[in-house]
């Protein structure tokens, strides 16, 4: 334990108290006879996608980028930089294999290649060694990793594989392989390095007579769970978060599911223009299935809209959903899965909606092709849940205009081309049971603001993207009163706040989820972008990071089953006072009860009662508890996420700066202190009679 750091926060929170102590109590309401529904267990879901190399970067435990050899080995100066991807961005860049022996000595064979467009052939000889490495790979000292390569070519070739891990001659470990004898042949290796490396290199080498090919290679640590990392989906699997949306995002506009399915070798590789990037297609429906088991998790299906249809989507929903018995399931079964996954959601297309979407269409055109697609997939499974891809006024305008949404300024965009949600509830109805909703926003700099001012701006920033929703989906309620009856819900799955991780961005994301846990009655979806940005990861290792405390902390004591209840208060949230910048809603976020930010909620089992306080000052705050309706009967528990610093962070390597600390609550009496700078949850047993 970090006494010293325990000091400086006992000091700091000190030193705010003082700096605090004349504040005004903020007088908080909590009325335990008006609740909302349950929280369900998806509030906390995540969102993945294949970015580039994202996936393989975190999740995925493949340490080796172009395994399969999309690009051809050619020295670095001959590399083509990748085109611009769909929104006009720059492509994404693998580490590529480089030829040993000389420039030309990889000849990129297409003509009887084991997958793909070419796999590489390497002439050897008796006295200079030839072939190729990849360089750049991390490997931890004393760690096994385990890889093999598909082989083939003459028996007179001597092909070694080596991990080198430093400049001296000692700094590697080299394997001889078997001897080719035509036939493409699986040769397994295993290498444990004798020290850390962040630029080790993987090199296939042959000398003697002959050549050689390479059909595909790979190499994971030996304890990955059936091709996933050990470190990154444990934590993931800690946060409990209930559903996993994937694969999703713009990559699935331009992806075919059938071309990863089978063994993962012979997939051929794809190029996909939504982020100009190769993908291995190494994971396909039944390794993101298997995902969602690893991380005992719901799976959330997006089907492909863009440039796919609804018979392939049909084909989708069989391939995971139908018996072994049908076309699609039987090919399921052969691939080592004959019982179905029965997977309840489905997305249908990511972002029609969007200038940057590959499949991009009109609002009516759209309509017809959701109709289809619902119907044709519906006809597979009736039992699936569908969710159509909609969007609201508030983010929806031309491409080269800016503005800061207000429910003024948007009314008279309901009811046309730049309102999706509303399109499918008037061309739809009836083809979906939910509707998406993503958002994405960017912290602004306030240079002319106070600190504390500045840092509760900052903080309250995101969740007016999520109160926007809320405020324009009781609009929707209004004018198609069918919703309520028909229980429509609202998934957000996908959002982010971009910027740095640390503290200041827990603060705000705490905000969010609290603002997420105001609208239960219809908010009962969303994934947050990307399950991977709960972690810090390098290739070697993981931790949870600041965001995915905030998680940690509210899908532990808010999650599912906990019954939101009413909190009101005498201080409402104030207009931002220094507004900046463009696409930030112009609505008012959080609880009545500024500077804090309060929820309150009662356990599942209804014994217990459980307020969330989030103080994104920099004091202590009193606050002057009011119960209606209910009453505590004795002390608590309180959970408090901090850090030393608004900066501080969670990193790999290093202790936690941003931790979750567990103490006792006195009972609440007429006024709790909340810590500055902190998210808190407090819990209280309830008076028998009161439950």
């Known amino acids: 334990m970090r006494y010293g750091w325990m000091m400086a926060a006992c000091l700091g929170w000190a030193m705010a108290a003082s700096a605090g102590a004349g504040a005004e109590p903020v007088k908080v309401t909590i009325d335990g006879a008006s609740r909302a529904a349950p929280v ?36 670095a100066a001959l590399d083509a930089p990748p085109p611009l991807n769909a929104e006009g961005r720059p492509g994404v860049s693998y580490r590529k294999w480089r030829p040993i022996g000389g420039d030309n000595a990889v000849i990129m064979d297409s003509k009887a290649a084991y997958v793909g467009a070419q796999s590489p052939r390497v002439v050897v000889d008796g006295t200079l060694r030839k072939g190729f490495s990849q360089s750049g790979v991390g490997v931890a000292k004393g760690r096994r990793y385990d890889g093999y390569l598909m082989l083939s070519g ?3 070739a001597r092909v070694e ?27 397994a290796f295993s290498f444990t390095p004798a020290a850390d490396a962040a630029d080790a290199r993987l090199e296939i080498t042959g000398l003697g007579s002959g050549a050689f090919r390479v059909g595909a290679v790979s190499l994971m640590p030996a304890d990955n769970i059936r091709g996933w990392r050990a470190d990154s989906t444990a934590i993931a699997r800690s946060l409990n978060s209930g559903m996993w949306r994937l694969p999703g995002g713009n990559f699935l506009s331009n992806w075919d ?68 018995t049908s076309a699609w399931g039987a090919r399921r079964a052969a691939n080592g899965h004959p019982e179905p996954y029965g997977v309840k959601f489905w997305n249908i297309g990511n972002e029609p909606y969007g200038w ?33 891809s909609g969007a609201m006024p508030d983010q929806l305008h031309p491409r080269e205009v800016k503005e800061n949404a207000s429910l003024a300024s948007i009314a008279p965009k309901f009811g046309t081309e730049q309102d999706w949600t509303g399109g499918l509830l008037a061309q739809a109805w009836g083809n979906f049971d939910g509707l998406s909703e993503h958002w994405y926003d960017r912290p602004e700099k306030r240079p002319d603001a106070p600190a504390d001012a500045e840092l509760i701006e900052y903080a ?18 209004q004018r198609f009163p069918a919703m309520k009856d028909k229980k429509i819900f609202l998934s957000i799955d996908e959002y982010a706040y971009f910027g740095d991780v640390n503290l200041k961005s827990s603060l705000a994301y705490a905000m969010v989820l609290q603002e997420m846990l105001r609208h239960t009655d219809f908010l009962t979806m969303a994934a947050f972008t990307t399950g991977a940005s709960t972690m810090d990861i390098t290739p070697t290792d993981a931790a949870l990071n600041a965001t995915g405390a905030v998680f940690k902390l509210y899908g532990e004591h808010f999650g599912a089953g906990v019954v ?29 009860t500024y500077p804090l930010d309060v929820i309150a909620g009662l356990s599942p089992d209804g014994k217990t009662l459980r307020i969330g306080v989030v103080n994104a000052t920099f004091a202590q705050q009193p606050l002057n508890l009011d119960l209606k309706s209910m009453a505590v009967r004795g002390a608590g528990r309180r959970w408090v996420l ?38 808190t949850v407090f819990e209280f047993p309830i008076a028998a009679e009161n439950r």
């Open 642 to 679: 901090t850090g030393a610093s608004l900066e501080a962070a969670n990193k790999v390597g290093a202790s936690p700066g941003v931790t979750i600390t567990a103490g006792s609550a006195p009972r609440p009496g007429a006024r709790l202190t909340v810590p500055p700078i902190s998210a």
């Open 154 to 156: 003459d028996a007179t």
């Open 564 to 592: 939101p209840i009413a909190v009101s208060g005498t201080s409402p949230q104030p207009e931002p006072r220094y507004p900046v910048g463009y696409s930030h809603p112009q609505v008012r976020a959080g609880s009545p």
């Open 161 to 187: 594989v080596a991990l080198v891990w430093g400049p001296g001659p000692d700094d590697r470990q080299t394997i001889a392989l078997p001897s080719p004898d035509g036939d493409w042949k699986r040769a």
């Open 460 to 477: 309250r920033a995101p969740s007016n993207q999520v109160r926007m929703k809320a405020e324009e989906w009781k609009i929707y309620e």
């Open 257 to 324: 599911w059938h071309g990863a399915l089978g063994p993962r070798d012979k997939r051929a590789p794809m190029f996909d223009h939504a982020w100009s990037a190769m993908q291995p297609n190494d994971i396909g429906l039944d390794e993101w299935m298997d995902l969602t088991r690893i991380l005992g998790v719901e799976p959330y299906v997006t089907v492909d809209a863009g440039l796919g249809d609804a018979n392939s989507a049909a084909e989708e929903v069989e391939y995971l959903n139908g018996p072994a």
């Open 356 to 388: 940057w979407q590959i499949g991009k269409t009109s609002l009516d055109y759209f309509m017809i092709k959701h109709n289809a697609f619902a119907a044709a997939m519906r006809a597979v499974d009736p039992t699936i849940t569908l969710i159509g």
């Open 40 to 75: 369900t267990k998806y509030e906390y879901g995540m969102f993945i996608e294949p970015i580039g190399g994202l996936v393989a970067r975190t999740l995925w435990a493949e340490m080796l980028d172009d395994r399969k050899f999309y690009y051809p080995i050619v020295p």
